[in-house]
T-cell receptor, first 114, second 114 residues
Framework: DQQVKQNSPSLSVQEGRISILNCDYT??????FLWYKKYPAEGPTFLIS?????DKNEDGRFTVFLNKSAKHLSLHIVPSQPGDSAVYFC?????????????FGQGTTLQVKP | ETGVTQSPTHLIKTRGQQVTLRCSSQ?????VSWYQQALGQGPQFIFQ???????GRGNFPPRFSGLQFPNYSSELNVNALELDDSALYLC?????????????FGSGTQLSVL
């Protein structure tokens, strides 16, 4: 039972263009969402998050949008840079749950071409 | 400030054997969570340790067990290894009660079961 789904295994974009990574969830009890980035041979690193009381959160080139009615969130990277090439994981949790218990999607491999 | 360190980085075992993986948490963190990442999948929550006791568990059988020590470091033990246990095992540390963003991952231990 995959509660968090990233249906696109890979995405390729040109440097300078927008990258859009998508994530769907099924559990309406999730109320906090995070995006992690993972390079080969490294652990995932936190990128950006959003609470369910918001529909948008922005941090520099990264923006996360949340559509609660559709149980869908997306990560926008503008402009994309070659250093953004990595695996991106969407993760969800209940805000009242303890830190560390996250439900991850399968990941999307982003390739940004120079 | 030292980050999360895991040992060993790679390990090869045969089916039926037992394995112990180790994790040193980041300075100032008192909670350790373990995740299993199978090839092509996202990390899956195994369990969390806080105050040397298990503090939540995912959908993993009892042959997956853990320990947390007074210095907050942790071990993951897997008995009766199966081929499907081949995966990257990630340790993440945090401070209990802190925001989800404050979860830091190690680089993982790649376990191969033959």
């Amino acid at each position: 039972d995959q509660q968090v789904k990233q249906n696109s295994p890979s995405l390729s974009v040109q440097e300078g263009r927008i990258s859009i990574l998508n994530c769907d969830y099924t559990n309406s009890m999730f109320d906090y969402f995070l995006w992690y980035k993972k390079y080969p041979a490294e652990g995932p690193t936190f990128l950006i998050s959003i609470s369910s009381i918001k529909d948008k959160n922005e941090d520099g080139r990264f923006t996360v949008f949340l559509n609660k009615s559709a149980k869908h969130l997306s990560l926008h990277i503008v402009p994309s840079q070659p250093g953004d090439s990595a695996v991106y994981f969407c993760a969800a949790s209940g805000y009242s749950s303890n830190t560390g218990k996250l439900i991850f999607g399968q990941g999307t491999t982003l390739q940004v071409k120079p | 400030e030292t980050g999360v360190t895991q040992s060993p980085t790679h390990l090869i075992k045969t089916r039926g054997q037992q394995v112990t993986l180790r994790c040193s948490s980041q300075s100032g963190h008192n909670t350790v969570s373990w995740y299993q990442q199978a090839l092509g999948q996202g990390p899956q929550f195994i369990f969390q340790y806080y105050r040397e006791e298990e503090n939540g568990r995912g959908n993993f059988p009892p042959r997956f067990s853990g320990l947390q020590f007074p210095n907050y470091s942790s071990e993951l033990n897997v008995n009766a290894l199966e081929l499907d246990d081949s995966a990257l095992y990630l340790c993440a540390s945090s401070l209990q009660g802190s925001a989800n963003e404050k979860l830091f991952f190690g680089s993982g231990t790649q376990l191969s079961v033959l």
